[in-house]
């Protein structure tokens, strides 16, 4: 079916700003995906999946300006012993790195990749996002896929004694930032990604992951900062027998996120836990789009996502199960909610259940509402000021998601930040 002649202009306008890196061993992967992206096209808002979020400013030719955000609030995970690996405006700065060296891993850039003709990267650079095309159409992903100029490949053999810390520095206010990632994590291997900072004006990034059989991997994303900019991220991760994947995102400030997992649980025995706690002020829209799709036996996924709003802002989740047929013994849950602390925020939802197979136990919920008068009186009554009580029912409204972080130091990070957030906005 030919494109509307409204999306084929947007999508050669958006294009004819581009240029494709010198591609090496990616071409092949980078051709296909821009062949993906001309056939479907950019997104619109007559899009079942871009109804909730305007898509506008993620796909003009040219990026919006945002403001530099001073503060001297310490970057997110600064008191962590972590390997480092800094991108400024979506352009990976060796001088603010560390040595890309460490034992039971190795990571080479993306540029790096590009110069030879054989990489295990060249396996799987485009695969998942190819795949994560069906049966829901991802137009940025494979923007991303054809147009990354940067980004690293992470090749997880061991069990890494340091976290591996991606951050993203945000220098231009018209930085227009495309980066791509590509994680492989070998059968016993186990590795924590973290990732931080607000990267660009506008940042399109894309992740990979391929965890092998018994392999796990844990995630922790901070987002946020720069109040003006504008980010949609996808992250696509392939599970084999008995592996982990454990992912969680803080999302603070921000006039645009969006933020796309698509998870598939290809061997038996795997668990998926993906998780989200966002606040948002004013002029702010966060949309979590997830698909997560069981095709084996005896797996466990976890959607959790809660959404603290105010002063008009927007938030949005679009949370699926696919469960195949033969995909027996399968356990999904899926929990959305959010917290008005005011009349003019608004949540939309859209949770979905899709089962082919008799022998599962999948549920879904979505509730939106305000704080607990009852909760707030019974604080208030003991002395708790209202602005304390109030925050700290916000705190306990976001738990169930924090929670989802399995390490206790990170967990208390994120907290902390949380709390921060509100203390500002008191």
Known sequence: MALPQAKQTATEERLAALTMPDAGCTRKAREAALARLREMGLPGRRDEYWKYTRPDTLISAEAPSAALFETDEPMMFHEFDRLKIVFIDGVFSAEASDDLTMEGVSIDRLEDICCKDIHWAKELYGVLEARGQTPVQRPL?????AYASDGVAIHVTGKPSRPISLIYRHASETSDAILHHVIRVESGAEVTILENGPAASRFNKCMEIDIADGGTLHHIRAQGRDHQRRAATHMFTRMGTESVYKSFTLTVNGVLTRNEQV????????????AGACVGDGEFHHDDTVFVTHDAVNCESRQVFKKVLRNGATGVFQG???VKEGAQKTDGYQISQSLLLDDDSQFLAKPELEIYADDVACSHGS???AIDETALFYLRSRGVPTKDATD???????AEAVDEIEDEALAEVIVSRLQEWLARRS
């Open 367 to 369: 509730t939106s509402g």
């Open 320 to 322: 699926k199960i696919l």
């Open 263 to 274: 998870v598939e649980l290809t061997g038996d025995d795997a668990v998926a836990h993906v």
């Open 392 to 398: 700290m029912l916000t705190l306990a409204f976001l």
């Open 141 to 145: 992903a494979a923007l991303n896929t």
